[in-house]
């Protein structure tokens, strides 16, 4: 009853306090006396909690006063600063939970000091909004400057004078007028605020975010896709691109730092999938390349680099673990970028993907510290061997004469793709300190031998992956009475198909339209009613090249700017922005340049698999035929580039890539 009555007081519920979690005392650093002491009070609290004595037995038995006794225990149910029981550390003789408290200031009759300064502050709130506002940066002004404690203590006093301290009040009536205290003061608030970025600055203060307490916030993980990291890196290297300016001429220019974007599995530590992007930005569709090309199954590259090739072992988890095949994660760990956090891209991971999202607190890379290391010694054993290097800081110097070195070897995306691709690969296949010097890949099957399988993608899912599909709303335009049929306005084109045309009790009614963003030529439209209305396709200016949302987007905004008439006079507008760009000459312009030309190429090669496909089925066709006297003959032109490579001499720099020792 005695136990109860007292925790009851206290407002604890009895069946929080466990004796055998409490918080002990190492009794071999403290002296014969203090050990003593803490025995018999240890040993008071726990006869008084478990009701195994009254208080006058407990008290004859641990020669400890009656009142003394529950003193001690409420001192065991307190907590510390940073909200934890204190348990039998509130026993230690050594510990005082209290500090002092002063009442009155000081005068000049005193010698004794001790908690003025606080009690100073507490009476005048201004004073201590000052200091705070001057060291933590919370000025209402604004005003991010760091203040030394010599200027502070001016500002100090004034605000004393102005509050109406006299010379024989406190600070004022001391020799140094407060400053020895203040410097206490100001040391033990930059202790107290150390995550303040205006204290220890930008790098200080987002380790003390990213870190925190807890095992919350270690990225630990054993299933193999059960969480995986993304993120993008600028690589340190320049690339040069050529092409054919408004005059005709060949030209060769460099271009700005362009994007490797990854998935890493956190539990293996292995490359799923990556993409290289060549724009000064990557955007919500560069990322749901990435995401798309980490769960299709990989496809080989053919290398045109000598010497270039792929480990015997095996490159990426989907092309040589059969139990990695349109394998899909359960967590996806990004930060706060802003094509991350795209709308597109978040329904896609939720919905399609069905994973759970972890965007992170903003700024605070070592959230993701596994994949940020890996760029890094990615690129030290890989892109700083390059000769158009850029270095790893401004200082370094690799990056001398980068931009030269970038025209004299002429280094290409399709280069830098290949010698990527191979780097990745090798990187799977070698030993990594976090997996117990087991390679990524080799780690995964052993994972997954002992029977923590992955989560694959049904089947019949697999046609509907479309991470790059998106649907929207439409509403049916038209105006019977000015003769204008049926259509669809979407980014500012139409769109319309024969049934559409000569629907007209369709005008004004919505319709759903699926639109794959990387060729927006076509769409596929559904009615209310869920019936198929067919592909509607695009007219104007806008049918005759293949381009993306992105590019479509860029050419709009270009159209509302003083460059319209240049556009409105080209047949094409695809072909206008490719001029557009190469006249430019601007690094940035000549980055997008050489994204549409590699979107192009890949178009082109698309399309030339596509009609070979198509024509060797025709050819089967008409080999069953056996009455058909027409012979097909098929002819496809492929365009293979007659560049130059470059010199392959820098190729016998690249070493194996080794996170031997890496965790």
């Avoid at 990695?324 to 970028?337: L, S």
């Amino acid at each position: 009853m005695r136990r109860k009555s007292l925790l009851e007081t206290l407002g604890i519920d009895a069946s929080t306090v466990n004796l055998a979690e409490w918080p002990i005392v190492d009794t071999d650093l403290l002296d014969e006396i203090d050990r003593d002491k803490y025995e018999r009070r240890k040993l008071a609290v726990e006869m008084y909690l478990q009701d195994s004595a009254n208080v006058t037995e407990i008290s004859n038995v641990t020669k400890i006063e009656k009142m003394e006794i529950t003193r001690f225990v409420k001192r065991c149910l307190r907590v510390d600063k940073y909200g934890q029981i204190l348990g039998f550390r509130g026993l230690n003789p050594n510990l005082h939970l209290i500090s002092y408290e002063r009442r009155v200031l000081p005068n000049d009759n005193t010698s004794n000091y001790s908690g003025a300064f606080e009690l100073l502050l507490k009476k005048h709130t201004d004073l201590r909004d000052l200091i705070h506002d001057k060291i933590l940066g919370t000025d209402k002004k604004g005003l991010k400057i760091t203040y030394s404690v010599k200027y502070l203590h001016r500002k100090m006093i004034d605000k004393c004078i102005e509050l109406k301290i006299t010379p024989n009040q406190y600070p004022r009536n001391t020799v140094d007028e407060g400053r020895r205290s203040l410097e206490r003061y100001v040391k033990d608030l930059k202790d107290r605020h150390f995550g303040n970025e205006h204290i220890n600055g930008e790098t200080a203060a987002m380790i003390a975010r990213s870190v925190g307490t807890g095992v919350q916030n270690y990225a630990n993980n054993f299933r193999p896709y059960g969480r995986v990291m993304f993120d993008g890196h600028k690589i340190d290297l320049i690339l040069t691109i050529r092409y054919t300016d408004p005059d005709g001429n060949w030209v060769t220019k460099t271009l700005k730092r362009i994007w490797l974007l990854v998935i890493l599995d956190v539990a293996t530590k292995a490359v799923l999938g990556h993409l290289l992007c060549v724009k000064s930005e990557y955007s919500q569709m560069d990322v749901l390349q990435c995401i798309q090309n980490a769960i299709n199954p990989h496809i080989p590259m053919t290398f045109t680099i000598k010497g270039l090739r792929y480990p015997e072992a095996g490159a990426f988890p989907s092309s040589c673990i059969p139990e990695a095949k349109w394998a899909v994660w359960r967590e996806f760990w990004m930060d706060n970028a802003k094509a991350n956090l795209a709308i597109n891209v978040k329904d896609k991971l939720t919905k399609t993907v069905g994973c759970f999202i972890n965007a992170g607190p903003v700024a605070s890379p070592l959230r993701r510290g596994f994949i940020e290391r890996f760029f890094g010694i990615l690129e030290e054993n890989g892109y700083h061997l390059m000769p158009s290097t850029t270095g790893s800081d401004p200082k370094d110097p690799k990056r001398k004469n980068a931009e030269k070195k970038a025209l004299e070897t002429e280094i290409s995306i399709e280069h830098l793709e290949e010698l990527t691709e191979v780097m990745l690969a090798q990187y799977n296949n070698e030993p990594h300190g976090g997996n117990s010097s087991l390679a990524p890949l080799k780690a995964m099957r052993n994972k997954i031998l002992k029977g923590f399988l992955p989560r694959i993608l049904p089947e019949n899912r697999r046609q509907e992956l479309g991470l790059l599909i998106v649907s929207r709303t439409c509403t049916i335009q038209g105006n019977l009475k000015k003769g204008r049929r049926a259509y669809i306005n979407f980014e500012g084109a139409q769109y319309r198909n024969a049934i559409l045309s000569q629907s007209t009790g369709l005008i004004g009614k919505k319709i759903t339209i699926y639109i794959n963003i990387m060729d927006i030529r076509s769409v596929r439209a559904f009615l209310p009613n869920g019936n198929e209305l067919g592909s509607l396709r695009v007219s104007g200016k806008w049918v005759m090249s293949p381009h993306s949302l992105e590019t479509r987007r860029t050419i709009n905004k270009l159209l509302r700017s003083e460059k319209r008439k240049f556009f409105l006079e080209r047949d094409d507008y695809v072909q206008a922005l490719h001029e557009h760009l190469a006249s430019s000459g601007k690094k940035g312009d000549l980055n997008r340049l050489a994204h549409e030309q590699r979107y192009q190429n890949t178009q082109n090669q698309t399309l030339q698999e596509a009609q070979l496909i198509e024509n060797e089925e025709e050819e089967n066709y008409q080999d069953m035929e056996q009455d058909s006297s027409t012979e097909i003959t098929t002819t496809v032109n492929v365009t293979i580039s007659n560049e130059d490579l470059p010199d392959d001499d820098w190729l016998s720099l690249f070493k194996p890539i080794s996170f031997k020792g890496v965790k």
